[in-house]
Every structure is written in C-alpha cells, then in structure tokens.
C-alpha cells in the first residue's frame, strides 16, 4: 500500500514537470516573433545588427535633421548624445513627434539605414519612454526636468 502512494507520487510529479514544460514550449513559440529588443543609437552603431533582425531603437530626432519627402516617406536621425542612426519611415507620425523629442521605432537595419515600421512618440508634453530616459541619462544628455509640484 506505501509503494503504490509512492508510485502514485511520482506519477503527478512527472505529469506536472512535463505540463509546465509543455506551456513554456508554448509560451516561448508564441513570443518568437513578439519580442523586440530595444537598442540606443550607440549600440547600434558599435554592433550593427543584420538586416533581418528586427528590434527597437529610441532616443531624442535630432535638431535639423527631419526631412518630410514628396511621399508619405520621413527621414530623420535619432540620437543619445553619443550617436546617431539615419531613419526612414513611411507612413503618419503621432502628433508630438519633433525635433527634439523623444521616441521608440520599431523595425530593422538596412543598408546602414534604420526602416521603421512603427514610430512611438510621446503621447503628452511631459512623458518620455522609461528606455529612452534611461538611455539618455547613461549618456549625459538627459536631466529629468523639475518637479514644480503645484
């Protein structure tokens, strides 16, 4: 009677460790193409990444440099005060972007040129994305501006 509680035992333990590993496998094939990694200009330009990589790079569109073409299509650079990546997007901007600004795109390098596929802004005049500021701060561009606590 104590060997078959013993075997019984093992059973359920064996059957839970191959469950858990099941959803994990599950879990892990249903992220393989949703998870980005997210890149600041100076890593990027340190260790370029391969053309079919797709990942996220943030930082602040440098001054001067948004150039809206005949199309649909914007170039710009994004920079962290250490570097700068050439950007091209086509497609409609969020309505803070600028100059200046902070923002996160998403998509892959070509040709030395980052192609977004989407282009995260800001979405009021005193956030800025936790990376981007991180990001910033790592190369002394940032300072969080101050609280004026009305």
């Not at 998870?35 to 990027?44: E, H, K, Q």
């Not at 199309?71 to 005060?81: A, C, L, Q, W």
């Amino acid at each position: 009677m104590r060997g078959l509680k013993k075997q019984r035992r093992i059973q359920v333990i064996v059957i839970a460790a191959l469950l858990i590993a099941g959803s994990a496998a599950l879990v892990g094939y249903g992220f393989r193409e949703g998870i980005n990694f997210f890149r600041t200009p100076s890593d990027v330009a340190a260790a370029p990444p391969h053309s079919s990589e797709v990942f996220r790079i943030g930082g602040l569109v440098e001054e001067g440099s948004l150039v809206r073409g005949q199309g649909e299509t914007i170039s710009f650079r994004v920079t962290d005060g250490g570097a700068s990546v050439p950007v091209a997007y086509t497609g409609v901007l969020p309505d803070l972007f600028g100059e200046g600004e902070g923002m996160v795109g998403t998509g892959s390098m070509v040709d030395g040129v980052f192609h977004a596929t989407e282009i995260l802004a800001r979405h009021d005049e005193t956030y800025m994305p936790a990376e981007v500021i991180e990001a910033l701060q790592e190369q002394g561009v940032y300072v969080a501006p101050e609280d004026t606590g009305s």
